[in-house]
């Protein structure tokens, strides 16, 4: 099982093939008119009035905002969190894709299986079967509740999945051949691994590891349970926007938030520049 | 796959440590708290009280907990009818037909799944609610109330899963081109009979995939609909806020058993993924 909950290389697109396309006819001219003021309305409103909400005292209160101590210890630990769970996962989810990939044991099938529950669980049902495990009832005594700890162990759960799924797909379209050539002509399995085959994997890598660097920075329900948010120690930039949202500082709110915002329109970029190179490649 | 056979066969150390590591590291994350979860689903609450399926099952009876199962039920229902109109229609316009900014939209539609759950909660908010939002006012004297309702849920969740149905179809239509349809439209037949007779019998099991995902996504959704909810017990608490709801009141039995019953919600998707993929190929 090779398919996945998580997009393959990011987004599919159309290419860029206008001819052979047809031209809007009436009817279809009317479907797109509906399309696109559902679109707005849905999203792409609300996402400016986030955007007008963090501007709305100019720059200085944006500023002021973010910069705040606490603030910022939020921001600076959503970060480095998120930060450590991708290079961890760049690096176990490259090892998990090639044990499923190049291994051949008994069970193999279902691990493939389970790479991708923590994609499926809702996301406060992830936190909840976390804290079975290691909360305050732990059977193996280790109790992450209000740590540092327990917020990387609930991102990582969370973040399982991307590196493994984009990986996956290249590591088994790869050619053997070349490895082979590799090998005959005397390099050493390690060689062959970091000269012929993590180059082509690197594409792969960076998709992923860039979906789950955006997830991980907003990731919000597997970690309400989990961080017991408490200022300058756990608490991290999602669960800081809802306590400002609680305090009823909606201006406070939008201006971390269009952080966020930015994040998710830079992962998009970056996935569509890294598909459409892997695309141009061939 | 041949091709890597012989890979295969070279089984060193290496290989041994890897796939123990992989096994090792998926069982402490993923399924050791998945199986703590659901025995303590069923385990008795108290030395001598009664445990097992019947406690589980009286605990899902409860008004509270059919209530948030069927808003659950009512929002996903919703969701997933407005998305899979809506992303069949645009799928269909940004392959198929040619106009400006049909690029743009392209990628902008996918800018949902990566914007934060509270991100989404607090755009609806701003734009929509009756006190702060841009249009609040104006729907207000309408009578229309759309956050702290059900509407405003069904948009957040709506949001959320936007781009689900989106991905898995633009693919295949793209690779199928349009030729058939050009045909079909060069011997006489109509929009609607080229959709129905061509388009809609090639797209169909990626469309069964896209409305599983949504469905998957929809019954889990947490962060954007706590925000726009008033989130109390038979009063806008859905499944998911309801579990976030007992677990902090220490009510952790009626938490898992609802925990429980999205497990198996969304395992169940990931096999009827599996399986329609399976289906797909053959």
Redesign the interface.
Known sequence: ?T?T?V?PTG??????R?S??????P??GI??G???V??SV??????A??V??AAAGGWGAFWNTLTDAQTFAALRLTVVEAALVTVVNAV?GT??A????????F?KRI?D??????F??????AG???L???GPES?VGINIVNTREGIF?AL??VT?PFVVRTVQPVL?EL???V??AAASLGAS?FTTFRRIILPSLVPAITAGSSLGF??A?????SL??ISGNTPYQTEV??LK??KF?EGDN?AG??AV?VL??LV??V???VL?LVARRVARRG | ?A??R???A?K?P??YA??F???A??AV??????W??TS?TFAPVERGAEGGFSAFLERLQDPTVTYAFSLTATCAFWAVL?NTV?GV??S????????PG??I????????????????????????SSG????GGALESAGIFIIGSTPGMI?AT??VS??LV??EV??VL?EIG?DSELAASSLGAN?WQIFRRITLPSIKWAVVYGVV?SL?RS?????AVK?VSPGAALRGETA?IL??NR??NFEEPT??AA?FV??LA??L??VV??LI?KEDHS
Not at chain 2, 92 to 99: A, D, E, G, P
């Open positions: 099982m398919d909950l997009a987004p599919a697109r159309p290419t860029r206008s052979g396309l047809f031209r809007l006819t009817t279809s479907g797109l509906v399309a696109l559902w679109f849905l999203v792409l409103l609300p996402l009035a986030v007008g909400a176990i090892v998990v090639w044990v499923l990939v190049r291994d051949k044991f069970g691990l299986v389970v790479i991708d529950i923590p499926a669980l809702p996301t406060i049902v909840l079967v976390l079975t495990l290691y059977p162990l990582l759960f399982l088994i050619d053997a051949d490895e082979e399995r955006a997830r920075i907003s990731e919000f329900g309400v349970l930039a999602s926007i809802l949202i909606q709110a939008a938030a966020l915002l998710a329109i992962t998009i970029v569509d | 796959m091709d890597t012989q890979i295969r070279r060193g290496v290989t890897l796939r590591f992989v096994i590291y998926l994350l993923v399924v050791w708290p998945l703590e979860v303590r407005i809506f229609g645009i269909l316009l940004i392959t198929r037909y040619n106009f049909r690029r939209l392209s990628v902008l539609i996918d800018l949902p799944m990566s914007v934060s759950p509270v991100v989404v909660g607090l755009a609806l908010v701003l734009a929509y702060q939002g841009w249009f948009m709506a949001f936007l781009p989106i991905r633009v693919p793209e349009i929009g995902l998957a019954l889990g959704e947490f962060g925000i998911t579990i976030q677990y902090t938490a898992y925990a999205l497990v969304s395992v998707a990931l993924v599996s993929r």
